[in-house]
């Protein structure tokens, strides 16, 4: 249960020619939100000097920020037991360090990275929240989450200076609301990337559907994903969707990171990073398989397909003589038979609805501040259903995988139950201020 909701007291910091200046916090511990993904190929990862005093006597620090003398930053997710889950004091301060580095000319550029090649971010610290929702249904909890979320998701999106995301491992979730909106994406071939919330019971949120509605198909491919909670665990089928830029073997990026600390950011460091990305990338050993499926993906996820159509077309696919489309349309079939039937129309509608209004100017939803502030009603709402504290419960913490749905199959969604959760928040309830 989240009990601290503030930052700790700040830390001095101090600067060598040699050490990077440090900045830490110490977090209280939660269980957290990590999909199990087992790695056995381990690589050596470089370990920061710690120059702080005034940590406030915590245990653990989880998110470390460090600026190099040629001004690369650098934040270190660092809680390999969770997979670099998140809490709400880590997106805190995740934030905090942006802010300063932003406005701090001696920072170039920031590159983000996960501790251990098992994970980047595996997702948002789930647990904690259910169990103050289960307390207190009116927990200021949720919205102080989904606040420190979603508005740290904007400021990357609009940072100001080249943001580099090390996508190595897992990177689920908010792991993806971390990465997918910088500009820089780097992925290796351990990258294991999904959006599983509707398994309990919730939505992909952290901005997804925006960057879904920008995927191959007309936004398809990104609907599929969302919808089925699929993985991707290929590099070509990451930088076939997008949620990729640049495909750098594990066992280069060391030399990469070392190459960006060395490197002379002084004139133009998107430029640069470009460059030396451009040196260590490759292009990946196989062609993405789900380009091969793009039609069916487009005609059975396309935004004006129902849920019961695409479940319908995807049966028919099942029957394909081609191995490959038969053998696609059973698992995401599989997919969404694991998700909430209200998550999943919840989701169609949400990602229609963003996929609709790309490159409309006067629609809100074409912006991510704009899909972000719907979101943020949208997930206020959403967290306080039944369905999320049972998903959780079915998923994460009996672990009995039998979840009991209510509604329990989508002939029963009502829509305008649906229809409800977009609309604007009570009075006594800001609206995302993004």
Request: hydrophobic share 40%; glycine share 8%; charged share 20%.
């Amino acid at each position: 249960m989240i009990k601290t909701l503030g930052v700790a007291s700040s830390a001095r910091f101090f600067f060598s020619r040699h050490l990077p200046t440090t900045h830490n916090i110490c977090f209280s511990s939660l269980a957290f939100f990590a999909i199990r993904f087992s790695n056995n190929s381990l690589s050596n990862r470089r370990n920061f000097t710690v120059m702080a005093s005034g940590s406030g006597g915590c245990g653990e620090e989880f998110v470390k920020g460090s600026v190099y003398p040629n001004g690369v930053a650098v934040i270190t997710l660092d809680r390999p037991k969770a997979l670099n889950a998140m809490n709400l004091e880590m997106d805190l301060k995740y934030k905090s360090l942006l802010e300063e580095w932003e406005s701090d000319p001696k920072v170039k550029c920031v590159v983000v990275e996960g501790s251990t090649p098992r994970a980047f971010c595996a997702g948002m610290d789930i647990k904690g929240v259910v169990a103050d929702i289960l307390v207190d249904k009116h927990t200021p909890l949720v919205q102080k989450v989904f606040t420190a979320e979603y508005t740290l998701i904007c400021k990357i999106a609009g940072y100001r200076k080249p943001y580099i995301s090390l996508m190595d491992g897992i990177t689920m979730g908010f792991g993806l609301g971390l990465s997918g909106h910088g500009r820089y994406r780097v992925i290796t071939e351990r990258t294991v990337l999904a959006m599983p919330e509707n398994g309990i019971g919730l939505f992909p949120d952290v901005g997804f559907s925006y960057i879904a509605a920008h995927s191959p198909g007309r936004g398809s491919v990104g609907a599929y994903l969302g919808m089925t909670g699929g993985r991707i665990s290929t590099p070509s089928d990451a930088l076939f969707v997008g949620l990729g830029t640049h495909y750098v073997p594990s066992g280069k990026l060391g030399s990469l990171k070392q190459a960006f600390l060395s490197a002379d950011l002084s004139k133009d460091p998107h430029q640069d990073i470009q460059s030396t990305l451009s040196e260590y990338s490759s292009g990946p050993d196989s062609e993405p398989h789900l380009k091969t499926l793009l039609p069916q993906i487009e005609s059975a996820f396309s935004a004006s397909k129902s849920v019961k159509e695409t479940i319908e077309e995807l049966k028919k696919y099942q029957q394909s003589t081609d191995a490959s489309v038969a053998e696609w349309a059973s698992e995401a079939l599989q997919g969404l038979g694991k998700g909430a039937p209200f998550s999943l129309y919840l989701t169609h509608k949400y990602f229609s609805k963003v996929a609709c209004a790309m490159g409309k100017t006067d629609n809100e939803m074409a912006t991510l501040n704009g899909v972000m502030k719907t979101e943020y009603r949208i997930a206020l709402r959403a967290a306080l259903r039944g369905d999320f504290t049972e998903g959780v419960r079915a998923v994460l913490i009996d672990k009995d995988q039998n979840p009991k749905w209510k509604p329990a199959s989508v002939d029963e969604v009502d829509e305008t139950e649906v229809d409800a959760l977009f609309k604007p928040l009570r009075t006594e309830v800001e609206e995302l201020d993004v």
